[in-house]
């Protein structure tokens, strides 16, 4: 009885920490519109700029792809949009919590 008790319990915060932890996919979609995001990008096509889906995968299993997309869309970083040079434009939030889960959602395309 104790053993499906404590099972029971260790699938109980499992569960929390799973749901916690998913990005909200709504949430973050209005901050990359209300950035302007979609404007060159899109979920699974090719535009100005790479689709999300092709991002999530270039950082898929690496240990740094939280900490690098989020410095790419928050620093304005320079990038290549058909041959030419050009300021890519930071996010239009200052919320660690909402640029992360930006990040988190982008990453689980």
Aim: charged share 30%.
């Amino acid at each position: 009885m104790k053993l499906l008790t404590s099972l029971a319990i260790a699938c109980g915060l499992t569960t929390a920490l799973a749901a916690q932890a998913a990005p909200d996919a709504e949430s973050a979609q209005a901050v990359l519109k209300k950035s302007d995001c979609f404007k060159c990008h899109a979920v699974d096509k090719k535009k100005d700029g790479p689709p999300f889906k092709e991002t999530a995968r270039k950082y898929k299993g690496k240990a740094d792809a939280e900490e690098r997309l989020t410095r790419h869309i928050t620093t304005s970083p320079m990038v290549e949009i058909d041959g030419k040079k050009e300021e890519h434009r930071a996010i239009k939030t200052k919320d660690a919590a909402e640029i992360k889960n930006v990040v988190q959602w982008i990453l689980s395309l």
